[in-house]
């Protein structure tokens, strides 16, 4: 009997946990030569994913108790508990195994630890020494493993050219989108109807950081509300950074009229009441894999702008709006032909949300599965 091992344990909260709940919800398990699949991770980890006939789940005290006990599990358990469930395969979405069982397939899902430029932005924190660490266990991680999985393109090519590395077998998959997100394309109205009293709500959904930029978007909002009168109101919804959003507090100040404002964290099944209740989304990364929030924002049916920097314009293709995170006048005049467009506006988030249906967790889980499937059928044959 084929058993495929999953480590979840790096696998706490944020897109990475999204795309393993919705992987294994949406296969179709009996098309594949795995008999069984053994999760691994924390209490709080696996409780959130669908029970399954073929599905077993696996914890430990070490799991569930801080960084010590995780590295426990990792030095003294874990090949241990691989070997016991007779694993063939081991298959690490987090991107980060270190130990010595083979073969193991792995995932690229974080870029800020290998783009030089954005992990300098933290020189010298715990950031900045963190974020190198990772790099070098990623690294070394990618180097070892016996397939890749991307999920863009982006990454694939950034590590083949920067990092010299190319590796043996990758496949690039991109993530879904969730079907809460699908909503009739928002229909877009002259600046003029809007008013102080019902105004232009432009929302910007993400970690408040600083490869993200709120500072710089939100400063451009209010040079269209101070030059051009435009009556705007700008949302932020995410965690913090507190670096990040002590630069963007100034911008929120009373004197600017309340006109930014800062929502708090946003339970994830909550999200989109706030797309339906705007007219506009902005997204100013400077550092993505794949951006998933980005693909939210154009299933959601709201016009775009958004980031030029890579990977954004290979998900948006021309249906964006596309400035300079880091320039805020590049932003403010992006910003100003969106609102003068109406009619490009519409047409714009008619493309986006067409080109939104390319990303399903169907198509995801169909393609991981195979791509387990192959590998793991090609180094039986090879035995």
Request: charged content about 25%; some cysteine.
């Amino acid at each position: 009997m084929s058993v495929l091992v999953i480590n979840a344990i790096n696998l706490r909260d944020g897109g990475g946990l999204t795309h393993l709940i919705e992987l294994l919800r949406n296969v179709d398990f009996e098309k594949y030569i795995f008999k069984k699949v053994i999760i691994v991770g924390s209490d709080s980890t696996i409780s959130k994913i669908s029970n399954k006939n073929w599905l077993q789940k696996e914890s430990h005290y070490f799991l569930n108790s801080g960084f010590l006990g995780i590295q426990c599990w990792r030095i003294f358990y874990f090949k241990r508990f691989l070997i016991k469930n007779r694993c063939d395969l081991l298959f690490d979405p987090g991107g980060g195994y270190s130990g010595s069982f083979r073969p193991y397939v792995t995932m690229c899902r974080n870029m800020l630890v290998f783009e030089h430029a954005e992990r300098n932005r933290y020189k010298y924190s715990l950031v900045y020494f963190r974020l190198l660490i990772l790099k070098t266990i990623q690294f070394k991680s990618f180097q070892n493993a016996s397939g890749i999985i991307f999920i863009s393109n982006y990454a694939k090519l950034f590590l083949e050219r920067e990092l010299k590395f190319r590796p043996l077998l990758c496949h690039v998959i991109n993530h879904g989108v969730s079907p809460q997100f699908d909503l009739p394309v928002k229909q877009q109205k002259d600046i003029k109807k809007y008013s102080s009293e019902s105004s232009f709500k432009l929302l910007y959904v993400s970690i408040i950081d600083l490869y993200k930029h709120q500072d710089k978007v939100a400063e451009a909002v209010l040079k269209l509300r101070e030059v051009d009168m435009f009556p705007i109101e700008l949302s932020f919804v995410g965690p913090i950074y507190k670096p990040a959003f002590d630069k963007l507090k100034k911008w929120m100040s009373p004197i600017y009229g309340n006109s930014v404002k800062y929502l708090g964290k946003i339970d994830y099944n909550n999200l989109n009441d706030l797309y339906k209740n705007s007219d506009a989304f902005i997204f100013a990364s400077s550092c993505e894999n794949m951006p998933n929030i980005l693909i939210e924002a154009m299933r959601s049916g709201l016009p775009i702008c958004c980031s030029n920097k890579g990977p954004m314009p290979e998900f948006l293709e021309t249906n964006g709006f596309y400035f300079d995170p880091e320039n805020v006048e590049s932003i403010y005049k992006v910003l100003k032909e969106m609102i003068l467009n109406p009619i490009k506006r519409q047409e714009k988030a008619m493309g986006s949300k067409a080109c939104s249906y390319k990303y399903t967790w169907n198509k995801c889980a169909s393609e991981t599965f195979f791509f387990l499937d192959k590998f793991y059928t090609n180094v039986k044959n090879n035995d």
